[in-house]
């Protein structure tokens, strides 16, 4: 067994993959001695594809069940700032465990997303200031959060969905199909990044809410580009990801960039399909 700092041998000339005998190798791995090509070779681990999955590695948090939910909870939230990392969790383990993870953070964060572009009877902020709009009954406020609610997880589950149909027939294609773990576990357990960042999500509606900021201020510019971010952990564990479902290094990127541009191109239309439901007050 070597270190995982050991410098990586190239494979000979004119060998072939030990997994795809039509594919040339490119690296001999450090730990089995194997000649792998591009896609079974994974650099940011120092192992191959079959080493990589013969290895004990922890699970995803959550999915640990030795551990309280809290610790699983803020463990498996945590993860996201390391992408590349932590991708290599996604081969463990089962997908279906990741359901629970995204109910309880995606649901919230796009329900919570809604509040503040869409309530017709309240104003919010600046400086996290709540004001009524007319004189609405209790009644009339319980209906109007709760319509404002219902349209951030519609928008909340529309995004995640245009996003994640592409991503994984798209892993499918260019991976191993037999690998559908990790691109399936990426997404449910990633997935609260897409309802948190972009221009609908919950980040930029709670910094626009609690600082003094105008449209067209370059306070508000830096609250969007800031509000970009969990985007960029999300596309980097996507990418990160597709490489543990073998998809090749250039495939990568491209299998996870369709899958933003469509987002990108959807949003508008999904919002303005909407246009009847919303508040004619806001912005
Ligand atoms: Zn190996
Ligand atoms: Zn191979």
Same mark, same amino acid.
């Given at each position: 067994m070597s270190d995982d700092d050991d410098p990586v041998?190239? &494979?000979?000339?004119?060998?072939?993959?030990?997994?795809? *005998?039509d594919r040339s190798a490119l690296v001999t791995c450090p730990r089995c001695g194997t000649y792998v090509c591009l896609a079974c070779w994974h650099g940011a681990?120092? /192992?191959?594809?079959?080493?990589?999955? /013969?290895d004990p590695m922890?699970?995803?948090?959550?999915?640990?069940?030795?551990? $309280?939910?809290?610790?699983?909870?803020?463990?498996?939230?945590?993860?996201?700032?390391?992408?590349?990392r932590t991708a290599v969790k996604f081969t463990r383990g089962e997908w279906r465990r990741g359901v629970t993870f995204a109910l309880v953070t995606v649901l919230p964060?796009?329900?919570? &997303?809604?509040?503040?572009?869409?309530?017709?009877?309240?104003?919010?902020?600046?400086?996290?200031?709540?004001? *009524?709009?007319?004189?609405p009954s209790a009644l009339e406020h319980a209906l109007d959060v709760a319509q404002a609610l219902g349209l951030g997880l519609l928008i909340g589950a529309a995004k995640l969905l245009v996003m994640a149909a592409p991503y994984l027939s798209l892993t499918k294609a260019y991976?191993? *199909?037999? $690998?559908?773990?990790p691109t399936r576990q990426v997404l449910l357990y990633r997935g609260w990044l897409l309802v948190l960042g972009g221009r609908t999500g919950l980040l930029l509606q709670l910094i626009?809410?609690?600082?003094?900021?105008? *449209?067209? $201020?370059?306070? /508000?510019?830096?609250?969007?580009?800031?509000?970009?971010?969990?985007?960029?952990?999300?596309?980097?564990?996507?990418? &990160?990801?597709a490489r543990m479902?073998?998809?090749?290094?250039?495939?990568?990127?491209?299998?996870?960039?369709?899958?933003?541009?469509v987002l990108f191109l959807a949003e508008p239309l999904l919002i303005h399909s909407l246009r009847p439901l919303l508040p004619v007050l806001s912005e």
């Open positions: 041998e190239a &494979a000979p000339e004119g060998s072939t993959c030990g997994e795809h *005998p681990v120092q /192992r191959c594809h079959a080493c990589l999955l /013969r922890p699970p995803v948090p959550w999915a640990d069940e030795a551990k $309280d939910v809290a610790a699983r909870l803020f463990g498996t939230l945590a993860d996201a700032f390391s992408p590349t964060i796009a329900a919570l &997303a809604g509040v503040v572009p869409f309530t017709h009877l309240l104003r919010f902020g600046p400086l996290g200031e709540v004001h *009524p709009i007319g004189t991976g191993q *199909p037999s $690998d559908a773990q626009v809410w609690l600082l003094p900021l105008e *449209p067209g $201020d370059s306070l /508000r510019l830096g609250a969007e580009v800031l509000s970009i971010l969990p985007l960029m952990a999300l596309l980097w564990a996507m990418t &990160a990801t479902a073998r998809v090749g290094p250039l495939a990568a990127v491209v299998v996870v960039l369709v899958p933003f541009i």
